[in-house]
């Protein structure tokens, strides 16, 4: 059961990645790869919130690996940002390639952080 779960949660990720990439493109004008960027960024704050929460608190293995795994790894996308960092440096664009490195890599992981640290928080006022 628990592939079945990773398979269903990773195509509502997806669909939920192609509907936030697709508003972001049309939003966002130019060659930097937005849409990418973004759901790359919330996916690795909300799996840090997740993640903290089913650390603490009592969750099925099996929605974990739905929304975790499938979800959360449908929604965000390693290989179009590498792929759409290539097309920046192929088209000339080393800056906005460099930036997209940058950000994605630090901002990511401080993200991932940064939602450990509010559920932890959220969790000592639930619990008090």
Avoid: C
Wanted: hydrophobic share 55%; aromatic share 10%; proline share 2%.
């Amino acid at each position: 059961m628990p592939l079945l779960y990773a398979i269903i949660g990773g195509g509502i990720g997806s669909g939920l990645r192609y509907l936030m990439t697709d508003w972001t493109h049309k939003q966002a004008a130019g060659v930097f790869p937005w849409g990418t960027l973004w759901v790359n960024l919330l996916g690795s704050f909300i799996i840090g919130i997740l993640w903290e929460l089913s650390e603490r608190i009592s969750i099925a293995p099996d929605l974990r690996v739905f929304v975790l795994v499938g979800i959360l790894g449908g929604f965000t996308t390693f290989s179009s940002y590498a792929l759409e960092t290539i097309h920046l440096f192929r088209a000339g664009e080393t800056g906005y390639a460099l930036v997209n490195i940058i950000t994605a890599n630090l901002l990511g992981l401080v993200l991932v952080v940064a939602g450990v640290v509010i559920s932890k928080q959220i969790l000592s006022l639930l619990l008090k």
